[in-house]
Structures are given as structure tokens and as C-alpha cells.
């Protein structure tokens, strides 16, 4: 079975769904176990963003995958039946240079496709097959957890990004150590992060990983499970529901005064777009969230160009990840388990077995952050 879109037919749908099988050497045969749902899924339910391959006639969702190899082809090493293991979610072009060295999550030509989201089955179905360079092997005693291994691959990226264009200053603070290029960032950067869903929380996790001090706002109010989450991390949460742009940086600032970074993550477009007045100097706003619907919002751009020049800002995007942000989000789980525990956990408010997928892409109820779907056992 496989749970996806059915073309021309609006909403979830179940349809028959073959198992694969091994045809290349390289080819290895996963049982899916568990599948994260975000937002992306039930953006693509939604709104009914249908994009199966030319010829398909369903699409199975799912793109954060935990499961467990069933069988290899003859020219498989690093994996072997048995083990647990996730996926990327890119395939690169094949032409361009970034895609023929494995950063498709850079691909220049954009024919690109992804599992569960353009053109590639997904995950919700009972195995999946995949070549070799694209399943990344979980380290034994994080089974239970990394199926926040892709969610979390996403803002490591970002974070990435973040080191590598802010290297351009030595001294962020009197601190050599705390440069961005270190591991840790010392208790002198502050960053807003903008939108308390999994995404969110998960890069504020990051962030407190390199001791940056952290707020994060969303909509809910104080009591939702979110900002129970922020919390936990040491994070402030605000409230931004009913607040103006203006307003909520009034808050923002008074905690810090200088906003070194922000991390959008919220795709609320009005609010991201807003947010670059408020921008300090040398400072670096990332953007991961990605809005479904048009939207014109009036902002002074003269103020905006003249400020992104005098301050040196850095407004940049940042989509997908490749292996070696999923590398980097299984070093850093055992990290965010010891430092934050139960965090990782509390992201699933909900957990459902597959055959209540329909009840899974529902509406997500009002204290709900991240749906989990049992495959198998
Ligand atoms: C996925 C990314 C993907 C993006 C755009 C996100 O939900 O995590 O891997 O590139 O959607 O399709
Ligand atoms: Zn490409």
C-alpha cells in the first residue's frame, strides 16, 4: 500500500502500491518503519500540489524516513541487512556541477527531483529502495529518535551557512574562540528564530547547542507545548500573535540588543519580509520557511538597501540537505538528547499507525507540533 496522491483526486488517498525491488547492484531494499509528517506534507494535501512523474498516476508523501535494510545489492559496503537506517530526500540533475558532486541540495538547473514532494514516491508505503549514497546508516542507540534526522539535516544546513558566510568577521566579540567558525559561539551572539514549529525548535536546538542566546516567537500562546519546548532548550519564548513586526522586535530587542542572527522559519511571509528593517549590523537572516500563497506587503525598500549596504547584511535562503548534513544531524541528536532531555521526543504530539493516515493529514489539532506514522514494527 501506499499512501499519497491519487491524480486528479483532491486530499489523502490510499492506492496500491508494488513492492520494489533490487534491479541495480547498488540498490538497497529498506522497510520503512516510522515517517515524519511536516509541513511540507500537509502543504502538498492542502493545497493540492500535485507533481508525480510524467506517466504516474499516484505519489507516496513522505520524506523523513526511519527503517530498516531488508536486503543489498552485490556491490553494497557500508550496509547490510538489518541495519537501521534514513534517506536523503534530493536526486540530483545529473548535470550540473553541484549535483554531480553531491551537493544536489545546490542543484543549478532545477530538475531535481524529491522523494514524497516532486516526482519520486515517498516513504508512506512498506519499503522503499534507493542506491547506496543516498541511505545514511544510523548509529545503534539512536533507533527511537532519528527519525528527526532529515528535519534536523534542514537547519543544519542553514546553521551551516551561517558559519561559513559569517567567517567573513574574525571578531564577532572580544572572544577569538567564539568565531563562527568554532563549534561553540559563546554566550555573546543572540538570535530570533521565527516560527516555533519542529523546524524552528530544532534550530533554536542548534543554536543553544553553540550557546547562542535564543528567542523564539510563534502565534500560540505561552502554555502551547511549542513554547514548553523553547523552554526547555533555555530559549525565551514571545508571543507574537497579534503583534506587529514593529512590536515584537520592540520585545526582541530589549532581551538582546544586537540581533546577530535570524532563523525564519516560520514561512509566514508578511511577518519574514518585516523582520530585514530590523536587522543589526554584520548581521545574518536566513530564511528555511517557504510560503504557498502570493502575498504584497509595503515596506520602504529604500530603507532596506540602504541599511542591507551600511550594516553588510546577509539575507540568505536555504532549502533541502545532502548526506553530509545528515551526517551532521546524527552527530549532533546524542548532542541535543544529553543536553536537552526529552526534548526530541516532545516534538511528537501525535503518533498513528499508518492505516490512520486520514486522520493523520487532518487538520493538526490546537496543541499539536509534529505527527509521527508507525509503519511496522
Ligand atoms: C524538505 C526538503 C525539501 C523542501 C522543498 C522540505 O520539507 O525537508 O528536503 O527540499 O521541502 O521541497
Ligand atoms: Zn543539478
Same mark, same amino acid.
Given at each position: ?53 510524467? @506517466?504516474? =498516476?499516484?505519489? +507516496?508523501?513522505?520524506? &523523513?524516513? !526511519?527503517?530498516? *535494510? /531488508? ?5 553494497? %559496503? ?62 545503534? @542507540?539512536? =533507533?527511537?529518535? +532519528?527519525?528527526?534526522? &532529515?528535519? !534536523?539535516?534542514? *537547519? /543544519? ?5 551561517? %558559519? ?214
Amino acid at each position: 500500500m501506499g499512501v499519497g496522491l491519487v491524480k486528479d483526486k483532491a486530499g489523502i488517498q490510499s492506492f496500491d502500491l508494488p513492492k520494489p525491488e533490487i534491479t541495480q547492484p547498488d540498490h538497497v531494499l529498506v522497510r520503512v518503519k516510522q515517517v515524519g509528517l511536516d509541513g511540507t506534507d500537509f502543504n502538498i494535501v492542502r493545497y493540492d500540489l500535485q507533481d508525480m512523474a510524467d @506517466g504516474q =498516476e499516484t505519489m +507516496a508523501l513522505g520524506h &523523513e524516513l !526511519l527503517g530498516v *535494510v /531488508e536486503r543489498v545489492g552485490s556491490d553494497v %559496503r557500508s550496509l547490510a541487512s538489518g541495519d537501521t537506517v534514513t534517506m536523503t530526500v534530493r536526486r540530483g540533475c545529473g548535470q550540473c556541477q553541484p549535483c554531480l558532486h553531491n551537493e544536489s541540495d545546490m542543484c543549478m538547473t532545477g530538475l531535481f527531483t524529491e522523494r514524497g514532494i516532486h516526482k519520486l514516491h515517498g516513504a508512506l508505503s512498506e519499503y522503499v529502495v534507493d542506491e547506496e549514497q543516498y541511505v545514511v546508516k544510523v548509529p545503534p @542507540g539512536l =533507533e527511537d529518535i +532519528a527519525v528527526l534526522t &532529515e528535519p !534536523l539535516s534542514i *537547519v /543544519e544546513k542553514a546553521i551551516e551557512e551561517i %558559519r561559513i558566510i559569517q567567517s567573513r568577521m574574525l571578531w564577532t566579540c572580544s572572544h577569538q574562540e567564539h568565531r563562527y567558525l568554532s563549534d561553540d559561539w559563546g554566550g555573546c551572539k543572540f538570535a530570533l528564530v521565527v516560527g516555533a514549529g519542529p523546524l524552528g525548535l530544532l534550530g533554536a536546538a542548534l543554536l543553544r547547542l553553540a550557546d547562542v542566546a535564543t528567542v523564539v516567537t510563534d502565534i500560540v500562546p505561552k502554555d502551547h507545548p511549542k513554547a514548553q519546548r523553547v523552554a526547555q532548550l533555555g530559549a525565551s519564548y514571545v508571543e507574537g500573535h497579534g503583534k506587529t513586526a514593529e512590536q515584537l522586535m520592540e520585545v526582541c530587542t530589549i532581551t538582546a540588543g544586537n540581533l546577530d542572527i535570524v532563523l525564519e522559519a516560520s514561512g509566514a511571509a508578511d511577518m519574514a519580509v518585516q523582520i530585514i528593517q530590523y536587522m543589526t549590523r554584520d548581521s545574518i537572516y536566513v530564511m528555511t520557511g517557504i510560503p504557498r500563497e502570493g502575498l504584497n506587503v509595503q515596506v520602504d525598500a529604500g530603507q532596506i538597501v540602504r541599511q542591507m549596504v551600511r550594516y553588510n547584511q546577509v539575507l540568505v535562503g536555504s532549502v533541502n540537505s545532502n548526506r553530509t548534513h545528515f551526517e551532521m544531524a546524527l552527530r549532533d541528536i546524542p548532542r541535543i538528547v544529553s543536553r536537552f532531555p526529552g526534548f526530541l521526543e516532545g516534538l511528537f504530539t501525535r503518533r498513528l499507525p499508518l492505516a490512520r493516515y486520514e486522520e493523520a493529514f487532518a487538520a493538526k489539532g490546537p496543541g499539536d507540533i509534529k505527527t509521527l506514522i508507525r509503519v511496522s514494527e
